[in-house]
């Protein structure tokens, strides 16, 4: 197993900031997780685990321990009944490459979340989701590592606390994703309720499968974020407020001006009877102006205001001051609260 020492931040992550870690371990494969553990208890130091590190800000003074860096591979496609195939993937396997293996052999379930970066091992611990879907809306199961019982062992899914953009997995680190089950269809129906969707169906493109259904959200996404390869960020970097009724009805009485000129604010009903979930891009855009919007040398994406940008020059300290200066200005706006998507790590 290679370790390597002092690796910063800034090219583990997609936001590109962030110190050094004090090591580095590449996990290949399961059996190499017991050996990583044993180091770190050798040297009395912390881990954690690293994926594609596309949803992750990195402090400026580092980590004090060792970042296990997830690279099981591996995606296999079994078929369990006439409409039902298993998909079982390593955690490092890219979860885009799954949604292309997937909506290729035209079965439906994560076909809306196509063009999420990052890798299979990520995505229950944030419960990732987009344009009406979630994540754990196919998965039938986790296997993961359990760092403090030193053993494999299977969670399914009603065991993994899901809700939006939360999982166990998110505060029991020592649950170590190795591999992930999902259970996909022959046959489903097309998910279009959000407005970037319903408004291609509008002007006659067809999305009656789950190759195209992903094509075009490749695409919507294409113009709404920016690459990856010329800039640092994370994506979305805030989640979208979950509100209760009254609050969204106190909202568009306050906004009304707002809402004549550029239309309601969105709401989508959530599992929790009375609570909707609003899309933070509409305040930010349409209620604060905030688009493009700096602070030193980070700044709200011209596109899409939901992503936070850092450029060649950024540190830690800037995306930081940046995120805070935004939920300020959102909370003595509307009084709501919001929440980072984006984990940071602890400096340990």
């Not at 090591?23 to 050996?35: H, L, N, Q, R």
């Not at 009406?132 to 299977?154: I, Q």
């Not at 899309?279 to 919007?293: E, N, Q, S, T």
């Not at 040398?297 to 001051?321: G, I, T, W």
Request: charged share 25%; hydrophobic share 40%; with cysteine.
């Amino acid at each position: 197993m290679t370790v390597r020492e002092a690796v910063p931040f800034s090219s583990l992550t997609t936001l590109r900031v962030g110190g050094p870690a004090r090591y580095v371990m590449e996990i290949e494969d399961v059996a190499t997780i017991p050996e990583a553990l044993a180091f770190a208890r050798e040297r009395s130091l912390p881990f954690m685990v690293l994926g594609g590190g596309s949803n992750v800000l990195a402090p400026d003074a580092g980590y004090e321990g060792i970042v296990l860096r997830m690279r099981i591979p591996g995606i296999t496609f079994t078929k369990l009944d006439e409409d039902t195939v298993e998909v079982v993937a390593g955690a490092g396997a890219s979860w885009d490459e799954l949604v292309s293996e997937a909506v290729a052999q035209n079965l439906w379930g994560i076909e809306n979340l196509a063009g999420i970066p990052g890798t299979v091992g990520a995505a229950p611990v944030q419960n990732i989701g987009a344009y009406g879907v979630e994540f754990e809306s196919t998965l039938s199961e986790v296997t993961v590592y359990d760092a403090c019982a030193g053993e494999r062992t299977t969670i399914a899914h009603d065991t993994c606390g899901f809700s939006y953009r939360e999982s166990r997995f998110k505060h029991e680190p020592h649950l170590i994703i190795t591999n992930v089950s999902l259970r996909l269809k022959k046959r489903g129906a097309p998910q279009l309720r959000y407005s970037d969707l319903a408004g291609l169906t509008e002007t006659e493109e067809s999305l009656e499968t789950p190759s195209r259904i992903a094509s075009a959200i490749r695409s919507i996404r294409a113009r709404k974020f920016p690459d990856l390869a010329t800039h640092g960020t994370a994506g979305s970097f805030f989640k979208n407020p979950v509100i209760a009724e009254g609050a969204y009805r106190e909202l568009t009485e306050r906004f009304a001006d707002i809402i004549a000129e550029h239309g309601a604010i969105p709401r989508y009903p959530m599992q929790r009877v009375g609570d909707v979930k609003i899309p933070l891009a509409y305040i930010l855009d349409k209620v604060l102006g905030l688009r493009g919007y700096g602070n030193g040398h980070a700044r709200l994406f011209e596109n899409q205001p939901l992503v936070l940008v850092a450029d060649r020059d950024a540190h830690a300290s800037d995306v930081d001051a940046l995120a805070n200066d935004v939920a300020q200005k959102v909370f003595d706006a509307t009084g709501i609260t919001i929440e980072r998507e984006v984990r940071s790590i602890p400096i340990e």
